[in-house]
């Protein structure tokens, strides 16, 4: 898997975070064919390894006898085409989906793939960590999906490179994080000092779902309205681009490294700085190195703003056993028990506010004092300064767009004029979707 895709990274590096944190993690492998008897059976489409779901599926098939649950394990990126040619072709045996984030909740509800949850939206606000987890699912105030997992972003360091060079940690209290311009100042003095190659580091280089952020914090939005128009071009963003420019301009990030290197980079003592998601508590303590951890930063002036989302899980609107489907739904992401089964294999941040209290707890123990706040940070990220993907006709041709941006400013393109071509460029490609 390419670890800059925008949702599925989370999964990458949460295996590891897995093997580190969580214990019991064997599930069984589902069952093939159809249930005996009168059992109902649910097809069950998703775009992971079959053992990430195993868990969960095991235990709701034992606490529901009459339902049986059978994965469709589609490769990612045949996920989307496939899942657009079989309901698209009259319903294709699907029942509940998994769904991604940005923009496919409100493609497969014009294509009438996702069944209404309304039903389900009050329980499933009242377990959740936060309410904006939940309502991010909707397209035009109607529920269509609801998320069994979550992400968060972090600012990790290695505290003997800042002693090193004589700059004060950042604090790791919740709601003091440091700006931007801090950061960067920091990163200068770290350079200066000579004390690593590499001053800071983003997890993901060029990846919207991590960038986002960024834009947003500096007053530019998301980069695109509701009608499909892409805005990269405005001030907030430009402001957002031009020090992402300056960043490589000045030497403070790498240009030529890629992003599976990065998380090593870090792990190895190779950087000061590193932005990352919750997977860096597993990366970082599996390293010889002492670090520590600190909310994720916003531009001076700006507002707080941390990446977040995962996938979301629906129900097909042509399923003919929509009231199993609703039970296996409710068990993935409301139930605190099956929410933790469900986010358990694949080491990634369950929703659900009892599951997520266990996870945090355990994920902060990790590595003694260096993870301790881990939790707090999350929970208030989560709670108050949440980014999530704009539901917006043709973000599938958006965010590969803004991803190629991204990468041709980092490797020297004039922000300015590489927002307008991708503001020209990528608005018409959305045009022709429509």
Request: hydrophobic share 40%.
């Given at each position: 898997?390419?670890?800059?895709?925008?949702?599925?990274?989370?999964?990458?590096?949460?295996?590891?975070?897995?093997?580190?944190?969580?214990?019991?993690?064997?599930?069984?492998?589902?069952?093939?064919?159809?249930?005996?008897?009168?059992?109902?059976?649910?097809?069950?489409?998703?775009?992971?390894?079959?053992?990430?779901?195993?868990?969960?599926?095991?235990?709701?098939?034992?606490?529901?006898?009459?339902?049986?649950?059978?994965?469709?394990?589609?490769?990612?990126?045949?996920?989307?085409?496939?899942?657009?040619?079989?309901?698209?072709?009259?319903?294709?045996?699907?029942?509940?989906?998994?769904?991604?984030?940005?923009?496919?909740?409100?493609?497969?509800?014009?294509?009438?793939?996702?069944?209404?949850?309304?039903?389900?939206?009050?329980?499933?606000?009242?377990?959740?960590?936060?309410?904006?987890?939940?309502?991010?699912?909707?397209?035009?105030?109607?529920?269509?999906?609801?998320?069994?997992?979550?992400?968060?972003?972090?600012?990790?360091?290695?505290?003997?490179?800042?002693?090193?060079?004589?700059?004060?940690?950042?604090?790791?209290?919740?709601?003091?994080?440091?700006?931007?311009?801090?950061?960067?100042?920091?990163?200068?003095?770290?350079?200066?000092?000579?004390?690593?190659?590499?001053?800071?580091?983003?997890?993901?280089?060029?990846?919207?779902?991590?960038?986002?952020?960024?834009?947003?914090?500096?007053?530019?939005?998301?980069?695109?309205?509701?009608?499909?128009?892409?805005?990269?071009?405005?001030?907030?963003?430009?402001?957002?681009?031009?020090?992402?420019?300056?960043?490589?301009?000045?030497?403070?990030?790498?240009?030529?490294?890629?992003?599976?290197?990065?998380?090593?980079?870090?792990?190895?003592?190779?950087?000061?700085?590193?932005?990352?998601?919750?997977?860096g508590v597993a990366v970082n303590g599996a390293g010889d190195?002492?670090?520590?951890?600190?909310?994720?930063?916003?531009?001076?002036?700006?507002?707080?703003?941390?990446?977040?989302?995962?996938?979301?899980?629906?129900?097909?609107?042509?399923?003919?056993?929509?009231?199993?489907?609703?039970?296996?739904?409710?068990?993935?992401?409301?139930?605190?028990?099956?929410?933790?089964?469900?986010?358990?294999?694949?080491?990634?941040?369950?929703?659900?506010?009892?599951?997520?209290?266990?996870?945090?707890?355990?994920v902060s123990a990790v590595a003694g004092e260096a993870s301790?706040?881990?939790?707090?940070?999350?929970?208030?990220?989560?709670?108050?300064?949440?980014?999530?993907?704009?539901?917006?006709?043709?973000?599938?041709?958006?965010?590969?767009?803004?991803?190629?941006?991204?990468?041709?400013?980092?490797?020297?393109?004039?922000?300015?004029?590489?927002?307008?071509?991708?503001?020209?460029?990528?608005?018409?490609?959305?045009?022709?979707?429509?």
């Amino acid at each position: 898997m390419q670890k800059n895709r925008a949702l599925h990274v989370s999964f990458v590096a949460g295996a590891t975070l897995a093997a580190l944190t969580l214990s019991g993690c064997a599930g069984a492998n589902p069952s093939d064919g159809a249930a005996d008897g009168d059992k109902v059976t649910l097809t069950f489409a998703n775009a992971d390894p079959a053992e990430t779901w195993a868990k969960v599926i095991d235990a709701f098939e034992k606490e529901h006898p009459d339902i049986h649950v059978k994965q469709l394990n589609i490769p990612y990126a045949q996920y989307t085409s496939t899942i657009n040619q079989r309901l698209g072709g009259g319903g294709g045996g699907i029942d509940v989906m998994v769904v991604d984030a940005g923009g496919a909740a409100m493609d497969w509800t014009n294509r009438g793939f996702l069944a209404d949850l309304s039903n389900l939206k009050d329980d499933a606000v009242a377990a959740a960590v936060s309410e904006s987890m939940v309502t991010a699912r909707e397209v035009d105030g109607v529920l269509r999906a609801i998320e069994p997992w979550t992400t968060s972003q972090f600012l990790y360091y290695n505290t003997d490179l800042l002693e090193a060079a004589g700059v004060e940690p950042p604090s790791s209290e919740p709601s003091e994080p440091w700006t931007y311009e801090e950061l960067t100042q920091a990163a200068r003095e770290v350079k200066e000092a000579g004390v690593t190659e590499y001053p800071f580091l983003f997890d993901q280089w060029d990846s919207y779902y991590q960038l986002q952020m960024v834009g947003r914090s500096a007053g530019g939005g998301d980069g695109i309205d509701e009608e499909g128009v892409v805005d990269f071009s405005n001030a907030g963003w430009q402001k957002a681009l031009t020090w992402y420019h300056s960043l490589f301009e000045e030497g403070l990030s790498p240009r030529g490294i890629t992003n599976d290197k990065n998380g090593a980079l870090f792990q190895n003592g190779k950087a000061a700085f590193m932005i990352s998601g919750p997977w860096g508590v597993a990366v970082n303590g599996a390293g010889d190195i002492n670090w520590g951890v600190a909310p994720a930063p916003y531009f001076e002036g700006g507002e707080a703003a941390t990446s977040t989302d995962s996938w979301g899980v629906g129900i097909a609107e042509k399923t003919e056993n929509r009231e199993a489907a609703d039970e296996f739904l409710r068990y993935l992401t409301i139930d605190p028990t099956g929410n933790a089964e469900s986010a358990e294999v694949a080491g990634i941040t369950p929703t659900n506010k009892d599951a997520y209290a266990e996870y945090a707890e355990r994920v902060s123990a990790v590595a003694g004092e260096a993870s301790a706040p881990f939790g707090a940070i999350m929970e208030y990220q989560l709670q108050n300064n949440a980014v999530h993907r704009p539901i917006v006709v043709g973000y599938s041709v958006f965010e590969p767009g803004a991803n190629l941006m991204f990468s041709d400013i980092r490797n020297g393109s004039d922000p300015a004029e590489r927002a307008a071509q991708a503001d020209k460029e990528i608005t018409a490609q959305i045009e022709r979707l429509k």
